[in-house]
Structures are given as C-alpha cells and as structure tokens.
Nanobody, 132 residues
Framework: QVQLVESGGGLVQPGGSLRLSCHTS????????NAWFRQAPGKEREGVSC???????????DSVKGRFTMSRMSRGGATGTLYLQMHNLKPEDTAIYYC??????????????????????WGQGTQVTVSS
C-alpha cells in the first residue's frame, strides 16, 4: 500500500529556511515520478517541483526556482524519503505543501499544471506559514 506522510512544516520569518520531509512506503522512490505541490487559501494548487525517474531530472516551478531544492533518499525497496529544502522564504510561499507520487515515468512533464489526476497518491499535507 502506497503511503506518503509529510512533516517539517511550521512558522518561519521572511528570509528564513525550512526543510520538508515526505516519508514514503509501499513503493520504490527511484522508479516513480515524485513531486511537491502547494495550495494557498483561495488559490489553485501549484506545482513546486518534480523528480523524473527516467533521467533523475528535477524540475521546479518558476516561483521557487533558485530558492527551493528537491531531493530523495531511497532506503532500498519500499521505503524512502523526499525532501524539499526551502531558502529565502517569502510570505507568498505560505501554503499547505503536499508530496505526491505516480508510477507513470512521464508524470513530471505536466506537473506545473498541478492536476490531481496526474499523480495517483498524495500525502495529507503540511502547513508552511511565512510571516513576521
């Protein structure tokens, strides 16, 4: 059974840093498309970053490029962790952050569209609030 559990959210001041984790089980990270999304109150879901299993390319949304870094750690077999390191945080980064995964190798191609149908499994989300 595929499971994803996010952690690491919280309150941080503008300009600060935060690292989110997504603990995964039930699938091998290295062979799935894995992504981070976020959704702020009253706004549409936004694609933050995505790792493709085809060539390990990591793509980022324009609003976070240069500030956020996605990585993954596979523990071999069916467990692992996705990370999202966030630097120079801004108030507009305030949102609930979700990790998601899908077996389709090409799922990252359209991650910026942030369609829930493109990724079959999602975590419950973790709140990030950037405020002074």
């Amino acid at each position: 059974q595929v499971q994803l559990v996010e952690s690491g959210g919280g309150l941080v001041q503008p300009g600060g840093s935060l690292r989110l984790s997504c603990h995964t089980s039930g699938f091998d990270l290295d062979y799935f498309s894995n992504a981070w999304f976020r959704q702020a109150p009253g706004k549409e879901r936004e694609g933050v970053s995505c790792i493709s299993p085809i060539d390990d390319t990591i793509s980022y949304g324009d609003s976070v490029k240069g500030r956020f870094t996605m990585s993954r750690m596979s523990r071999g077999g069916a467990t692992g962790t996705l990370y999202l390191q966030m630097h120079n945080l801004k108030p507009e980064d305030t949102a609930i952050y979700y990790c998601a995964t899908d077996v389709q190798p090409s799922a990252c191609r359209n991650f910026r569209a942030a369609r829930s149908s493109d990724f079959s499994s999602w975590g419950q989300g973790t709140q990030v609030t950037v405020s002074s």
